[in-house]
């Protein structure tokens, strides 16, 4: 069982809104910050937030990020064929004394 | 520009050791610790540890505990990391990524590359 849950796929239309759920735990989540990250098809994984809800510079203002408890949500505003790729939160886990990442959210722009 | 720059890939068989390296450029090496991830085919990144770049101290994964070193150049802004007694499920590839802190943070930015290593008889 993953210690951070995503659903494994998300899909939307040009233009649409999606988001995308991270699940922890009061020793991952519910005590440090959130990180996102876009993984395009063959190449590194790429910061998308950080501390919860901070973009660095360079990432459009689509992209979002939010915290509530144990859980984090990803959201991604006027949805562009480049948006497809794997999304993964990542948290450092108290507990385990270790960085976790999600299982990953594969996105597909219908 | 921040970059880091990971070597080439490898291909070890069972029982070896692989060595990897990540070359920094673009900011002051030491300022900043090294954090290194590994991500098998079709999984999610597995953070493997970091290294502080200025002293040399180093935390690492419970689960490669005792089979991973960190280690660093200050004088080439290069970070190593050697895993011994590989196995097919090392089979992975390896990223090294600048961290925004140790212990407590799961911020990096830029990551390298990436190095593939294949474990196979």
């Known amino acids: 069982q993953s210690v951070l849950t995503q659903p494994p796929s998300a899909s939307g239309t040009p233009g649409q809104r999606v988001t995308i759920s991270c699940s922890g735990s009061?020793?991952?989540?519910?005590?440090?910050?959130v990180n996102w990250y876009q993984q395009l098809p063959g190449t590194a994984p790429k910061l998308l937030i950080y501390i919860n809800n901070e973009r660095p510079s360079g990432v459009p203002d689509r992209f979002s990020g939010s915290k509530s408890g144990a859980s984090a949500s990803l959201a991604i505003s006027g949805l562009q064929s480049e948006d497809e790729a794997h999304y993964y939160c990542?948290?450092?886990?108290?507990?385990?004394?270790?960085?976790?990442f999600g299982g990953g959210t594969k996105l597909t722009v219908l | 520009q921040v970059q880091l720059v990971q070597s080439g890939a490898e291909v070890k068989k069972p029982g070896a050791s692989v060595k990897v390296s990540c070359k920094a450029s673009?900011?002051?090496?030491?300022?900043?610790?090294i954090h290194w991830m590994r991500q098998a085919p079709g999984q999610r990144p597995e953070w493997v540890g970091w290294i502080n770049a200025d002293i040399g101290n180093t935390k690492h994964s419970q689960k490669l505990q005792g089979r991973v070193t960190l280690t660093r150049d200050t004088s080439a802004s290069t970070a190593y990391m050697e895993l011994s007694s590989l196995t097919s499920e090392d089979t992975a590839v390896y990223y090294c990524?600048?961290?925004?802190?140790?212990?407590?943070?799961?911020?990096?930015?830029?990551w390298g590359q990436g190095t593939l290593v294949i474990v196979s008889s």
């Open positions: 009061s020793s991952n989540i519910g005590s440090n910050s």
């Open positions: 673009g900011y002051t090496f030491t300022t900043y610790p």
């Open positions: 990524a600048r961290g925004w802190g140790y212990s407590g943070y799961a911020r990096f930015d830029p």
């Open positions: 990542a948290v450092w886990d108290d507990s385990l004394n270790g960085v976790v």
